[in-house]
């Protein structure tokens, strides 16, 4: 019989074994996942079995299971089962709970566990024990559905395991969610019935998903700026190691209507989501407000000093000057230099300025700094803000305003622009009142806060990545817009590299953490010496399937042809080349043979072995 219906918990399961998979526990150093009979791993571990398919090799699952379990190097072999309606695999681990009717005595208790040849495991209390099956009892599912029957018996339970539900991050529910395009934008802003482009934005939404959350909180992104309110709703609950240039305290200064620049930029890179109002690129993330910007050469080295020390992992700066009367001194420039190559224990503090908004044709001269990322605009529509400063020392752009504004927080203090004398006009650019302390906001100075916000998601992917390894990886990862023509090398003057794609540039920190996790580089070849032969090849599509045996990694193509020609020649065997990137360069796994079975590739590792070649069995799917 294959179905069981079994009481579980508050409830009754109803239980079909599976058609291909089988549960085994194997002996203590003996390796399961790669012996002959198997055919492929499902799961590593559930209920303390590793979940397989078997080689069947035309015999029923039951007849192979049977087979399996003689085998010296297996202890324990168990069906898999699927409840009704689900498609979760539940292994039954062994144990069974039992509670007895009231009354029964021990020595009852004991001759019904004997009837079923389990072993008690526990006493729980007079009434309450844990019992297991033995070798000779039926299965556990089979037993648990007797003792159901049995009047002796009040519950008797098997243990199951399967795989929970890991609950993803829940996107943010902030209300102005829907106003914020550069997370995510839908063609439409619904409050100013405003056409954009769809997709034009910097895919934060799909970096959240890509992380399976909002950022890490151990992440300090600090904004460098004057007017911080820091007793704003999406910023307060974040504040972290606050300090004022002017007053020379942790006490911001507030209240002047002269100074409310800062509080925008912070919103757009670190508001939290809390359910209000906005929500920023990285809402996990730690704020440090650094407030009293100057061009003093010693308030220049105190700000950036003070984000070094006090633990900052990302600098974002929405100012600076092209005043050609003031370009930077040497003095500042290693004041930033040394920020960018000393903080963060030496792995840099990612800085990013923005490139101005003064529509010329250089940057800001703080943002052509070569250590620093420089923020240009973009609008909804993937076209150039005529305000954005072009250069090339552009390194990227990021939405802002130019057709339809960004949403930001505001101070308590901030004014707004009173044109019309309307309440709602001052802060909201097409005069629709919108509820709480925001404002529409933009320039260089909004784009340069989202790009750091993405370089603090970046680094909650992968802590260990260099600020030059973030600006390479912004760059590289970068959509291309405008016209193809207005690229020269990849670099445009209006657009740096491109639009930002904080999804991309996730994916891509993942992918270097991933490959420094990794074992070592087996063979990194020294580069090829001239007159090393001329080599005949054909190169054909290997599809990824099937097993083959890895023998080395090499760093030039060269040796890939020299150990390639050996190898087929030893063992008259195909080649397959893997290319692939470790700690961002191209290496080459090459790879002898491609077979159907596992088996077939062990057969070919051992006879390499024997020859005096390494190597080991891969599975052609996992380098895919």
Known sequence: MSNYKIKSGKGTLVLKKSASLVGLKGKKKADITNADFVRQEVLPSLGGFKVVSLQKDGAT??????????????????HVYFAEGSKKPLVPTGEIFIIFQQGVDEGEQMMVLDEYKLALVERRSADQVTATVTKDSPNPLRVAE???????????????????????????????????WHLKNDGFIPSGQYATKKGADAKIVDAWKRLDSLGASDIVLAIIDNGIDISHPDLKPKVYRPWDLWTQSDRLSDGDPGFTHGTPCASLAVAAANGQGMVGVAPNAKFMPVSGTSFSVRATEEMFDYCVKSGADIISCSWGTTDPRYTLNSLKEEAIARAARTGRGGKGCVICFAAGNEGVDFVNFYAAHPDVIC???????????????????????????????????????????????????????????RAGP???????????????????????ANPNLTAKEVKEILQQTADKIGEPSEYKNGHSRKFGYGRVNADKAVAEAIRRRDAASKPN??????????????????VKKQEPQGFSVQTGVYADYGNVLIAAEKLERQFSQPIVVNINQLAGKTVYKVLVGAFDKNTDASTLQKAMKAAGVDGFVKDLKTLA
């Open 61 to 78: 699952l039951d007849d192979k299971l049977d087979e399996v379990r003689q085998r010296e190097e297996v202890t324990v072999g168990t």
């Open 146 to 180: 007797a003792l159901q029957k049995t009047s002796l018996v009040k519950m008797a339970e098997p243990d199951l395991d399967m795989l929970l539900d890991e609950y993803a991050f829940a996107m943010p529910k902030d209300p102005f969610m829907a106003e914020e």
């Open 375 to 433: 923020v240009a605009a973009c609008d909804s529509k993937d076209r150039y803000a005529s305000y954005s400063n072009l250069g090339t020392e552009v390194s990227v752009c990021a939405p802002s305003n130019g057709d339809w504004p960004l949403l930001a927080a505001r101070a308590w203090w901030d004014p707004g622009t009173t044109v019309r004398g309307d309440g709602a006009f001052k802060f909201w650019a097409d005069g629709v009142d």
């Open 438 to 460: 925001y404002k529409h906001f933009g320039g260089t100075s909004g784009a340069t806060p989202i790009v750091a916000g993405i370089c603090a998601l970046m680094l909650s």
């Open 521 to 538: 580089v087996t063979e990194v070849a020294t580069p090829v010496i001239s007159g090393q032969g001329l080599f005949r090849f054909s």
